[in-house]
């Protein structure tokens, strides 16, 4: 069954692209989302999403980018340039990390997350959240500014108390390989309780690559790996879990 790679960093994996694509396709992986991190990954993620029809781009500056003062109005007009692109189908990832970003620079994170919330309601698109340790301060701007219509948690890192506010919320959640990782028992509670029309599956490569393969550079062809242990953990049929996830990209990113 075909199913959709909600977040890959096809840049930073390295190699060549189209062979990237055709591996994840042989296995079933039929379209990936290319995301963007600074102005010059957001603008290479553009640029090859316009030259192959599997793949889409989202485009962003990166809440640690951000925190380090990459945010200013220069390249956030850059992002909302790039954002009204038609292979550009999300704005992110952007959010807050409190795991990297000291205090210093939490400030401008959050000054960087509102405003790509507002490019993401002015272009009509996706909003790709990156929350590391920052589920309230997530959920409290998103409350203040106004959540954008699509709403997509990469990398969810939520427990279940976490997954059903996102649920209620009407937030896609996008797991990845570390749902499979032995200490990962709340993130497959989690996974266990989010709504099948709200669940994506990510691969975040070439980052947390799923077991076996720990250990080794991720890409989009060991989605299956994480496709079956979320199967497995919500004691669903596989291909119509695919399916679900599979439908769950196409409007998630509006596709």
């Known amino acids: 069954m075909p199913v959709l790679d909600s977040h890959c960093h096809l840049d930073i994996v390295g190699g060549d692209v189209r062979a ?7 296995v ?6 290319q995301i963007g991190i600074d102005v010059a990954s957001s603008q290479l993620s553009a640029r090859i999403a316009a030259e192959h029809s599997s793949l889409w781009a989202a485009v962003a500056l990166h ?6 003062g990459a945010a200013t109005p220069d390249a956030l007009a850059e992002i909302e340039r790039l954002a009204a692109l038609p292979q550009v189908k999300a ?3 952007t959010g807050l990390d409190h795991f990297r970003t000291a205090e210093d620079g939490r400030r401008p994170q959050e000054e960087s997350f509102r405003a790509h919330i507002a490019i993401a309601k002015a272009t009509d698109t996706a909003l790709v959240i990156h929350d590391r340790d920052a589920h309230d301060d997530v959920l409290r701007v998103l409350d203040e500014e106004g959540a954008p219509g699509r ?7 939520g427990d279940v108390a976490m997954a059903r506010v996102c649920a ?3 937030y896609w959640m ?13 993130l497959r509670e989690a996974a266990s309780v989010a709504p099948a029309e709200l669940l994506l599956v990510e691969t975040d490569a070439p980052f947390l690559t799923p077991m076996p393969y720990r250990g080794r550079p991720n890409a989009s062809y060991l989605i299956p790996l994480t496709m079956r242990a979320l199967a497995e953990v919500r004691a669903a049929d596989l291909d119509e879990l695919c399916a679900a996830v599979a439908d769950n990209g196409r409007r998630a990113f509006a596709l």
Do not use: I
């Not at 990237?20 to 042989?26: G, K, V």
């Not at 809440?63 to 380090?68: H, I, L, T, V, Y």
């Not at 996008?174 to 709340?186: I, L, P, W």
């Open 174 to 186: 996008s797991f990845a390989g570390n749902v499979t990782f032995k200490n990962a028992g709340d």
């Open 168 to 170: 209620d919320r009407g």
């Open 28 to 33: 079933g992986v039929d379209t990936v989302v």
């Open 151 to 157: 709403v997509v948690f990469h990398c969810f890192s």
């Open 63 to 68: 809440p640690n980018e951000a925190g380090r």
């Open 91 to 93: 704005v992110g990832e």
């Open 20 to 26: 990237q694509l055709d591996a994840a396709r042989a």
